[in-house]
């Protein structure tokens, strides 16, 4: 494999530093140093302390030193840092970021990468409900998807993106930065909101022995860490808006199913069956 | 403990089985026997051989031998048993049921059964996903909710249902019909419904890949059996529409705090995460 050299990940939450240190875990020659940052030292100092970094940089634009620069921290913080640092991006430097909406990601490098350089949107699929970095486990980036979205025609770039996921044990999927966000809105975006309105919903129950584990289930996403979900659902707002009217009118649908008689309404429900046993076991 | 008598248990589904297997693997004395009857003869036969029940009924009117009769079939069909049986019911026979909406049983137990006989709406918070006396595992009563709702003022029925639910080794929790109602739309019903939507919604997602396993819990729900949600929901129908416009309202809140800045979207994440664990984790 070739190497992908010298990496700097700006940014040691979760996901920065089980990146760092799923790529120092690598085979051999795969990565030549991870070099990070955080604007906050303690959580820089955890990313060390948890072997996801070689050294600790004194600010993000020492970053510019190396081949490799990831992008780590919430996505509001993302483009501030493509516009800092992609117009002194030199020749064969690779940008690529970790945030989970690439519409306004891919316009900011599309805008302030220069063409000689490369940048590439990415977006693992995974981590856990806590945040930090020392909840990061290199081991959810095995096999866990990671959507790559190309910002111009640059197979070079892609390429070695690529070969960053494979390093990481993760799958690429390509996509549209703004398929993405669609599709992200409503495959994760808009539940992590209803699960935050159902948790504000059950405050009204006076009493814990009425919550069942179905319930549980489905206010989960709403333990998520707040900071992250507000970072993501404010990037992607527009596709969040759009998505909560399709979930009104979904319920609509089925409301008025229920009004019409019991068998509609099961045959909504089978209906509803067959799709979440797609989406599979939690 | 004083016993309960002879046992009759009309519906051998899941709910139905599993307290028919809890009487019989009771101490000694606390129940005379159980007959069970249900309109589907495999169901019937799966709960003699699952043990819960020692001999089959050939018909709900054969109920009225026993000293305590449990409705255990869907909500929709309770009401008719109550119906029927109710103003045959002699002194000291005790009618309770199980279904998850309660003032349409109310209202019919106040109805159709005399003041001479006893008549307590019962609910037991528990069961899995998968229908059917197959699924049924006596062991999901213990420690379970039991919510207990007196349909007039009589302390003996009440007291009777009570040890009906301490046999079973469930809790019991007394609660006004209509109030059961009120909080079972927020607590359950429309967190079914929700799931069902997000399902729907999933299926515009064209790459399983793209399935997170925050998906996968808030769609978990809508794995439930239709018929018994359809029965519930549809039972239960004016307290789960205004449940669903205040989860739309609850959704319209958190849009606008995200569109008044990251902060004010964050307070509210937060809140509602502090309500998440008090639910508890799944």
């Given at each position: 494999m070739t190497s992908l050299g010298r990496v700097a990940i700006l940014g040691t939450g979760q996901i920065g530093t089980m990146v760092g240190m799923a790529l120092r875990a690598a085979p051999?020659?795969?990565?030549?140093?991870?070099?990070?940052?955080?604007?906050?030292?303690?959580?820089?100092?955890?990313?060390?302390?948890?072997?996801?970094?070689?050294?600790?940089?004194?600010?993000?634009?020492?970053?510019?030193?190396?081949?490799?620069?990831?992008?780590?921290?919430?996505?509001?913080?993302?483009?501030?840092?493509?516009?800092?640092?992609?117009?002194?991006?030199?020749?064969?430097?690779?940008?690529?970021d970790t945030g989970s909406s690439k519409l306004d990601v891919a316009r900011a490098m599309q805008r302030w990468v220069p063409g000689t350089a490369g940048a590439v949107g990415g977006h693992p699929l995974c981590g856990s409900s806590e945040p930090g970095p020392w909840s990061a486990d290199p081991a959810l980036l095995k096999g866990a998807t990671f959507v790559l979205c190309p910002i111009r025609d640059d197979p070079f770039s892609l390429g070695q993106a690529g070969r960053l996921v494979e390093t990481l044990g993760s799958v690429a999927l390509e996509m549209d930065a703004g398929e993405h966000d669609r599709l992200l809105a409503r495959s994760s975006h808009l539940p992590h909101l209803v699960a935050a309105a159902l948790a504000e919903m059950s405050g009204e129950v006076p009493t814990s022995a009425l919550f069942s584990s179905g319930l549980r289930g489905a206010v989960r996403l709403a333990r998520s860490d707040p900071a992250m979900v507000a970072s993501f659902v404010r990037a992607n707002l527009e596709e969040v808006r759009a998505a909560t009217r399709e979930l009104s009118l979904q319920l609509d649908r089925l409301l008025a199913a229920a009004d019409s008689g019991e068998e509609r309404l099961k045959a909504e429900l089978e209906r509803a069956r067959l799709r979440a046993r797609r989406v599979g076991v939690s």
């Open positions: 051999d020659h795969a990565v030549g140093e991870v070099a990070v940052w955080d604007r906050d030292p303690a959580a820089m100092e955890a990313c060390l302390r948890r072997a996801g970094s070689d050294r600790l940089l004194r600010g993000p634009e020492e970053a510019l030193g190396s081949d490799l620069i990831i992008l780590a921290t919430p996505v509001a913080q993302i483009v501030g840092l493509v516009r800092e640092l992609g117009p002194r991006l030199g020749p064969r430097q690779l940008l690529v």
